[in-house]
DNA sequence: TTGACAATTCTCATTTTTTGAGAAAAGTAG
DNA sequence: CTACTTTTCTCAAAAAATGAGAATTGTCAA
């Protein structure tokens, strides 16, 4: 083992199920012996990556809320998204989740969350990586990418079933402007995602809404529609005037 | 350089003033060659702890959200806190603050923020690491450390100007059981704090408020500390029913 | 206090990785 | 295609990680 991956494999046994661990329960996961864990560990501890527990365990550290909300106040996006995103859902008038995803390298990640009242549970909030070909809000991400990198994210996906399928709905998708998914992630919800797209700035992303299905008729739909993508293409705008340097 | 600080060195370039970086201004800064840089970014890249943005440049990467939803998700004290600043500005009829902290190791950080409407703007939000012995916040944290453990986190602050002084002051705050600052950070703010201490889970935070002067009555006030006290026990006995294993 | 007992750090010869200058390659814009 | 920038690659020398066990520190209960 070399470099980063050493301490990356840790960090990385930390999960929802599991949040705490005792150095020796580490050593062992990680195929290391006892005393490089301690090493290991105590340069993890000393950067505030982790963070020692009670009974000898460990978790994770104080750096990451850190580096996250260096994140959240540097990145432009976030900061109008995030502001967007509460606008949006006050105008849906219907109960839902309004999501502010981006792509990541290789996958889509969700980067901002905001619910109304009655709005769907759902796990998808800030900090979760979207399934890459399923739902409004990852495919309108994939259909607004060049063919290029588009080929190179979903070399990490497992095969797909029928690539050409998926190939010619981005291409619809692209067309349209838009992407309205039904049942296709959590059953009896309605996704409705629309393209954020800056290359100034180096984003590809999506603003989407989750919806009910019952919620929604026609009409309330098509105003849904109308709302995810004019707030999408506003996000876009105001980016490009933004002061860059940044993200 | 070694380890770990090699990584850590370069993240820490990344900051609110200059939130991208090209691998040149990255070598520079760090003191590395370029072949080294460009092979440390890539190890940060592929891990997900940097993102390439536009112009050959590079921010902090996604595998921070992730994490720090993973804390989020899993931290007990973050779960059952972040509920209950809920209730508590709910409660305080006066534009306010609330504000969830925990030592992390040698500092003070906010985990947690709320604030309902009116509340005074403040750069104390979630992530931002408090100045470990101005303000309620800290002081509740310090006064509640054991003396072994106290020491070792004031050998990171700058030598005191007065060592008694504070001592004397953390003691006369454990007695009371809650701590007011008046101006002490903000000019005509009050700070409210409780201290939150569990030390079957490893934690050691605080609960506060913040309100401005102005909307403070002797009635007002000591109803707040009231709030704020028993809310911050509340918190600290839920934790201790909890089901732990973790933090 | 004192004595278990567990957790953590230390030591050091050996093995493995990192380093860095320059060359080569890949990517981009004109 | 061409010039340019960015990025990756190469390899011998230098530096750091490794790991077994010893030494130390910390904890808790008598």
Redesign the pocket.
Known sequence: ???LD?YSLILHLFSEARPVW???EMAEASG?????A???V?ELVRQGFLE?AAD?RYRLGAAFLEFDRLIRKTDPYLAAGTLLLNDVIAQARVPCLALLARLYTDRVMCVADCANAGAPVSSYERGRPMPLTRGATSKVVLAHLPARRLAKVLETEAPLADDMTLKAELRAIRKRGFCISRSEIDKDRVGIGAPIVVPEAGIVGSLSLVAFVKDLDEATERRLVLLTVSSASLLAESLLTTPQPTS
């Open positions: 083992m070399s470099g050493r005792s150095v020796t290391a012996p006892q005393s490089t301690y090493r290991t105590h020692p000898a």
